[in-house]
């Protein structure tokens, strides 16, 4: 269970950090308006990813018995999170151009998130598989990956509101910069374990 634990935290904390739509949406909003309304937007992805996570996890569940897709699944999920590990490798901080707004941040991060599709890419081949896994152990665990992601995915961008809405330079320093980094590489490792269980799944090791 320390297992699922550790991967929430992980990807939780390095999809809230990375630069993408909805922590644009975050940044911009605390600057249009304030913090609070920054951490509206934060907030968006507990609305918006309950329906995906069911309909993957009952589309994975039909496949449960096909080893061979399942392989595909989780390889596709190594190349997803290889691709998050190195984008937050190359990050060089999050460049904004804001401009004034009328304050509807909720619904703002409702439709930036629902409208875009690295959710349902994450998802379907690597949070869905996740817990799938999970529940083999017991059912505690998925629940642990859940919550440590959410609580992670959820609380980065609610700091990183009240971080920028005291001071704009923060995602363009070297702390923000490095900690993407140091996330990076922890993401190609895990990507790796996914490529892992993807050939075991294909039958190639």
Known sequence: MLDFLTIGIILGLSAGLAPGPLLTLVISETLQHDIKSGVKVALAPIITDLPIIILTIFVLAKLSN???ILGIISLTGGCVVLFMGYESICSKGVELN?????????????LANALNPHPYLFWFSVGAPTITKAVNINVIAPLV???SFYILLVGSKILLAVLVGNSRSF??????IYTMRFLG???CLLAFVLFRDGLRLLGVI
């Open 171 to 176: 995602l363009t320093n070297k702390v923000y």
């Open 66 to 68: 096909f080893r061979n």
């Open 98 to 110: 804001t401009q004034p707004a009328q304050e509807r941040s909720l619904t703002r991060g409702i």
């Open 145 to 147: 990956f859940i919550c």
């Open 185 to 187: 590489m922890v993401l």
